[in-house]
């Protein structure tokens, strides 16, 4: 377009392609200079134990046991072991962190937004807090984790297709979310990030509990968490057959990894 | 009638009796046959067992014949024959006197009572090859969680293998062990080491390695249970079992 | 101004974008020719709602229709399930049902209370009426305070003319709408075992269920060594310490032993009058079947994951090595040299191409790996004494017994530890003393048994895989060197 201008003021184009010049240039380098200094990573050693050494630390993979319970907040239900526990508990790996701002939403440009926003695929990000205290959240959210039933978010029509499986078979969800966690070995992405957009991964899920067809529909932009996160999935040989009152073949799955270390 | 006989029969031999009797005494009563000579007493005795020990019993027995008078010194009067059981705490002779018509026997018997029981008769003095092994064979011992023969060790190494190259017909084994601390499989190891590293010693210093086993014993079968140094260095061994 | 936003939003690239809208004057100075310049260029406006139409038909497209869809994620917080567990109710008045039910009742609470997958509610928060059938199930009861529980196990058992009969069902009392998770039912000879394995299997199918397709283990079993009868013979037990009965009558000592992975056979190491030779033991023959002696000290056996290979260590070259031969015991050949005592092999799980062991090569036993034909040694640990090493079932894990600091005249408390392969890092399992060696591995990766003398006499202990739920199985005698079976 610039040159089109300049083509276009036949008379006044020496000056003007001189103002024009200069000051493309000039956005080049506030572009170059942007990129470099603005958003470098301080990168952070690989805790140094590529040399042969055992490093004693919170382990990086995840033994296959799910978390402990929040503490209830009923003070009737209150079941705190107290203080004759003589076992001490290795302190627990922190959970994978909740970066629910606008930037993990899916990106879409932002001219579908305008046309289109009754349309959008974008999962609606989760409320800060994930942890549903107990007794309260309903049939839907049970505190033993939460998922995106597509009817209740609100988002693309398909998903209203996709049936009532979430609703219905929560415990099979929520099984597929530990098997994936449980194996996700995030020791396997560059060291050198430590923020990433989230990557989300479908795959199904055959009748036996096979999973299949897995690829990566949103990349993160760090090919090694890409491929981590696909990784994750494959490793599972089975998530146990399907509910046998689901009449479906299969089950799709849209499964997100949110990476920080 | 019967009856009548029988007194008449009584009356007449009485009557005949006396005469004869009367006829007797008038006539010179024969004379008395004339004492035959009396004849010598005789006497033996015997003391069974001849020799016991303080406070055992011995059979004193005696024979006379033709005594009236039999004594022993010591236990006077006794019987012409007899025997008695004696326990005297000294030697003794028993004298035996018989006396009777014909004169007087004697006759001794010597008892000896030994003071100390006998000494036991000592043992062949033979000695077996298992005793000369055990007497001259020294354990070797070892270093914590360490197979190798350490320096205050070599000088047993040398003496068993002098001991072993004089007596060639000897076969043994080597018994590897380990202290209590420490892992099973590990110290089973750790022991086979100990007991090849012995083994190897032996052979270096001349001892045919035919005549050597090894078997390791881990802390299976330790020599002592302590939990203490003084202990686990006692388990620590290469330990040699004659095996001929 | 609306051309200039038309030109802004046909852009694909934000950061152009954005250092546009930043550098507003300049827009401003060049307003004028840009409007005329790009509305001439790019066309009209129909040709970018073309465009936006363009790109929802390709989003739409990409819809499956007729196709459940989930979605979810990672970081949502994926806790234990907290379960009430019901004791189930009699269903005849057989006079029988009451000590089949305290079996039954104590066998399934213990199973799922330990399977670390669920996290049971205290029965003192129960409510008072518990349903024997689904129609007696309460809901509101259940899913509110004070069980707060998401998962409900009821059921009833009763015996008729000698017959057991038990049914059991998993209701998500969260979903009144259709909360049947489970519905089953076991049928069998009334008798205290068969109550037992009853509720064994119905606590493995709730974990089944529940833990995202791992299997449970409330039938599996562990092989073990015991003194009580005066020698150490390998003996039996179910995966919770109860049903233990000896297996060999050697009159000897048999140490490690090791089941295959088809349940088949044990391999252990037995002495003899000339050493210590690998054994097998035919638990389908209930006997001793033969294995070649080898000579020297043979120690450890290992089977590979596919059951066609043994690992062991041997002395019969003179320095105790790792071997590996076929299972019946021909083709060995040394898969480690050099000096030092190699010994307690151990395959990767996962991929039989990898075998753990411990070596003295250095001084104090360390742990190492290698590749199955001995190349690719790699140390894993470098300081202390370190044994016994196990690998998970994912491959991912190994675990092992490690005295950190160790040397002349320390008692010596060794530990168990778990170290991730990949990264070398460790966690500390065990933490009350005493000496805890020999741990094994359970088939879901979840669970790790160990002996341990900690009371003073060495036993089997139990425990999760982050140390947790420590629990003593032998009582009698001296027990050690614990086994778990692959299934």
Not at chain 2, 87 to 96: A, E, K
Not at chain 3, 186 to 206: G, N, Q, V, W
Not at chain 3, 333 to 348: I, L, Y
Not at chain 3, 354 to 367: D, M
């Amino acid at each position: 377009m610039a040159s089109a201008e300049i083509y276009f003021e036949h008379d006044r184009w020496g000056r003007a392609l001189a103002w024009s010049a200069g000051f493309h240039v000039g956005i080049m380098l506030a572009l170059l200079v942007y990129a470099t200094f603005v958003n470098r990573h301080t990168g952070e050693g690989w805790g140094a134990g590529g040399g042969g050494e055992a490093i004693g630390a919170t382990l990086v993979s995840t033994v296959p046991l799910p978390a402990n319970p929040a503490p209830a907040q009923n003070v009737l239900a209150n079941e705190s072991k107290g203080l004759t526990q003589s076992q001490p508990k290795i302190e627990e790996k922190a959970p994978d962190a909740i970066e629910i701002q606008g930037k993990n939403a899916k990106v879409k440009p932002k001219k579908k937004q305008e046309t289109a926003s009754t349309k959008q695929a974008q999962p609606e990000p989760e409320p800060e807090d994930n942890r549903v205290a107990f007794g309260e959240g309903g049939p839907v959210s049970g505190p033993y984790g939460t998922f995106s039933a597509a009817g209740a978010k609100g988002g693309f029509g398909f998903t209203g297709g996709g049936g009532d499986f979430g609703t219905r078979f929560q415990y099979y969800v929520r099984g597929v979310q530990q098997r994936i966690s449980e194996n996700w070995l995030k020791y396997e992405v560059d060291p050198r990030i430590t923020n990433a957009q989230r990557v989300y991964v479908t795959f199904d899920i055959a009748r036996d509990g096979h999973p299949s067809n897995v690829r990566v529909e949103q990349s993160s932009g760090v090919p090694s968490l890409d491929q981590s996160a696909q990784r994750a999935v494959q490793r599972v040989d089975s998530f146990g057959s399907l509910p046998s009152e689901y009449s479906g073949s299969k089950v799709s799955v849209e499964f997100w990894f949110d990476y920080k270390r | 009638m019967k009856y009548r006989l029988k007194w008449l029969f009584l009356i007449v031999g009485l009557s005949a009796l006396l005469a004869l009797g009367a006829c007797k005494k008038k006539a010179a009563p024969p004379p008395p046959p004339p004492p035959p000579p009396p004849a010598s007493p005789t006497a033996s005795i015997s003391v069974n067992p001849s020799s016991i020990q303080a406070g055992q019993s011995a059979s004193l027995t005696w024979q006379t014949s033709n005594a009236t008078d039999v004594s022993i010194d010591g236990i006077g009067a006794v019987q012409p024959n007899g025997s008695q059981s004696v326990s005297p705490t000294d030697s003794t002779t028993y004298h035996l006197t018989a006396k009777g018509a014909g004169g007087s026997q004697e006759a001794t018997a010597r008892l000896t009572v030994t003071q100390a029981p006998p000494p036991p008769p000592p043992p062949a003095p033979t000695v077996t090859d298992e005793d000369l092994f055990a007497q001259n064979i020294k354990d070797v011992y070892f270093d914590y969680d360490k197979s190798d023969v350490r320096g205050d060790q070599q000088s047993s190494i040398q003496a068993d293998a002098q001991f072993l190259n004089q007596h060639p017909s000897m076969n043994f084994t080597i018994e590897g062990h380990c202290d209590e601390r420490g892992s099973t499989d590990y110290n089973l190891a750790l022991g086979d080491q100990r007991a090849s590293a012995v083994k190897n010693a032996l052979t270096a210093a001349g001892v045919n390695a035919s005549r050597i086993k090894t078997i390791s014993y881990g802390k299976e079968k330790p020599f002592c249970s302590e939990s203490n140094e003084a202990c686990w260095q006692q388990n620590r061994r290469g330990h040699f079992l004659y095996t001929k | 101004m609306k051309s200039t936003e038309t030109t802004a939003n046909s852009l694909q690239s934000a950061a152009y974008r954005n250092t546009i809208l930043m550098y507003p004057k300049l827009l401003l100075s060049r307003m004028d020719e840009a409007d005329r310049t790009s509305s001439r260029w790019c066309g009209s406006k129909p040709l970018v709602r073309a465009l936006v139409f363009l790109c929802i038909y390709c989003l739409l497209s990409t819809v499956l229709l007729a196709q459940d869809w989930i979605k979810t994620g990672t970081g949502l917080g994926v806790e234990k399930v907290r379960m009430a567990v019901a004791d189930f109710k009699p269903a005849t008045a057989d006079p029988q049902n009451t000590a089949l039910l305290k079996t039954f009742n104590d066998t399934l609470w213990n199973d799922l209370d330990v399977s670390g997958v669920v996290e049971l509610v205290s029965k003192s928060f129960y409510p008072l009426q518990v349903p024997g059938q689904p129609p007696e199930v309460n809901f509101m009861a259940w899913n509110a305070p004070p069980p707060n529980a998401a998962m409900l196990a009821f059921g009833n058992l009763g015996v008729t003319n000698g017959r057991l009969t038990v049914q059991g069902w998993l209701y998500d009392v969260k979903n009144t709408q259709s909360p049947q998770v489970l519905g089953k039912q076991y049928a069998d000879t009334a008798s205290d075992p068969a109550a037992r394995l009853m509720a064994h299997k119905f606590a493995d199918e709730i974990i089944a269920r529940l833990g995202g397709g791992v299997e449970g283990i409330a039938e599996t079993q562990i092989y073990f060594v015991s003194d009580r009868t005066g020698h150490k013979e390998i003996w039996a037990m179910d995966y919770d310490g109860s049903n233990q009965h000896q297996l060999t009558h050697l009159g000897s000592i048999a140490l490690s032993p090791r089941i295959s992975p088809d349940g088949s056979r044990i391999a252990f190491s037995g002495l003899t009058k000339n050493g210590w030779e690998i054994m097998m033991y035919s638990l389908e023959l209930s006997r001793m079947v033969s294995f070649p002696h080898m000579g020297g000290t043979n120690l450890s056996p290992a089977w590979s994951a596919d059951g066609t290979k043994l690992a062991f260590s041997s002395s019969r070259a003179g320095d105790p090595a790792i071997y590996v031969a076929d299972n019946s015991g021909s083709g060995a050949r040394r898969v480690t040299t050099g000096k030092g005592p190699d010994v307690s092999p151990v395959f990767n799980r996962k991929t039989d191409g990898q075998i753990a062991f411990v070596s003295g090569r250095t001084g104090l036993p360390q742990i190492y790996t290698m590749g199955v034909d001995g190349t690719n040694l790699l140390k894993l640990t470098d300081q202390g004494y370190a044994v016994s090493p196990n690998w998970s079932p994912n491959g991912q894990f190994l675990t092992f017994a490690w005295v950190r600091k160790y040397g002349p005249g320390d008692p010596g408390a060794s530990d168990i530890y778990l170290m991730d392969i990949a990264s070398k890092q460790w966690v500390q399992l065990t933490h009350d003393g005493g000496r805890n060696d020999f741990p094994s591995w359970s088939p879901d990766g979840r669970h790790i048994v160990f002996q341990s003398n900690r009371t003073g006499s060495l036993e089997i202990w139990s425990m999760l895989a982050d140390g947790s739920k420590v629990q003593q199985l032998t009582f009698t005698g001296h027990n050690s060197q614990p086994n778990w079976s692959w299934k």
